[in-house]
């Protein structure tokens, strides 16, 4: 009876101890794949490709450069010193350097080096130059557009150079609405034929005139019909008539209603300016729904930079700069 007894409860305990060893088997393994399951979300949040990266446009800070004496080769130094990834250059805050040797290929090429060395130095990427004053993209006269088209040339070359994907451009001239659109169509057109071969992007702002009115810019981009010709909707340029009949200066008096906008330049989109103005308590921004603006631009599928530009007069640039970038950080 006792041998019965313990063999009977020794056949258990084997059981049982095999049982146990099985239940911590699948327990480690349970462990190892929510270890692994954890590892695998966090990959995919560092990696997500919707989250949109946030640029800086020098633009807003041409009050510093240009009323303070900064330096804009400090560019790259002060948009890391902000959180920025990218780099959105404007060529007008170099031409007081640049003019004086008359754009010359020297002048040029002293500019790409040294704003090249200063991205690298704080690891940063560069995108765009932003182009101003170089002629008229959209002139009524032939030989003055082609002039203007040749006058881009050598900032293609240096886009390319500093390893950038666009240089952005104004179609400035002609206003009435048909003359604009055939103009811009073959400006564009000779522009994006040099620079397809230098593998740059031309991309156009709603930047005043003509340019602001959405429908017409898709009209022209339909018609170029190009890869490397795209856009760049500006969450605030688009004002379509002004009072002194000028691009940007005098008070506004029609707007292409700016949500509308950006939603039909957005398919177009190689880049997008998260225009600024002043903010509320709350840090949003007053005259634009950024929520709405961010909504737009992600249901378009862009995954690319949104460039920060900064036009305000409440706040100082810095402060402006950062409170645009607070609030594209709370919502991207």
């Known amino acids: 009876m006792k041998?019965?007894?313990?063999?009977k409860n020794g056949t258990l305990a084997v059981v049982m101890l095999v049982m146990l060893g099985m239940f911590s088997c699948k327990q480690n393994q349970k462990k190892e794949e929510t270890d692994s399951q954890d590892v695998a979300e966090e990959v995919t949040a560092t990696t997500d490709e919707s989250v949109l990266k946030i640029s800086l446009a020098q633009w807003s800070m041409h009050k510093m450069i240009r009323e303070e004496g900064m330096d804009?080769?400090?560019f790259a130094e002060k948009a890391k010193e902000w959180g920025f990834e990218g780099l959105e250059y404007v060529s007008g805050l170099y031409y007081p350097e640049l003019e004086k040797d008359n754009f010359s290929e020297e002048a040029m090429k002293k500019f790409v080096e040294k704003s090249k060395a200063e991205s690298e130095k704080y690891g940063l990427e560069n995108l765009?130059?932003?182009?101003?004053?170089?002629?008229?993209?959209?002139?009524?006269?032939?030989?003055?557009?082609?002039?203007?088209?040749?006058?881009?040339?050598?900032?293609v070359d240096a886009a390319a150079a500093l390893g950038c994907h666009s240089i952005r451009v104004n179609l400035n001239g002609l206003m009435e609405p048909e003359a604009w659109t055939e103009a811009s169509v073959d400006g564009l057109t000779q522009l994006s034929t040099y620079a397809k071969g230098k593998n740059i992007n031309i991309i156009v702002e709603n930047h005043g005139g003509p340019s602001s009115n959405a429908a017409m810019l898709v009209d022209v981009m339909k018609q170029v019909n190009m890869d490397n010709c795209g856009t760049l909707p500006d969450f605030g340029n688009f004002c379509i008539k002004r009072e002194a009949g000028d691009y940007y200066e005098s008070k506004c008096l029609e707007e292409y209603d700016k949500y509308q906008g950006v939603r039909e330049l957005m398919p177009y989109a190689k880049a997008v300016s998260a225009k600024s103005y002043n903010f509320d308590e709350e840090g949003n921004e007053t005259a634009i729904d950024y929520a709405e603006m961010i909504k737009i631009v992600k249901e378009a599928g862009y995954s690319g930079y949104v460039g920060v530009e900064y036009e305000g007069n409440e706040l100082s640039e810095e402060a402006g700069i950062l409170a645009t970038k607070e609030l594209l950080d709370k919502l991207r």
């Open 3 to 7: 041998r019965h007894f313990f063999a």
């Open 72 to 74: 804009p080769y400090r």
């Open 128 to 155: 765009i130059i932003m182009i101003d004053g170089q002629g008229d993209l959209a002139a009524a006269d032939e030989k003055e557009r082609k002039e203007a088209v040749e006058n881009h040339y050598k900032w």
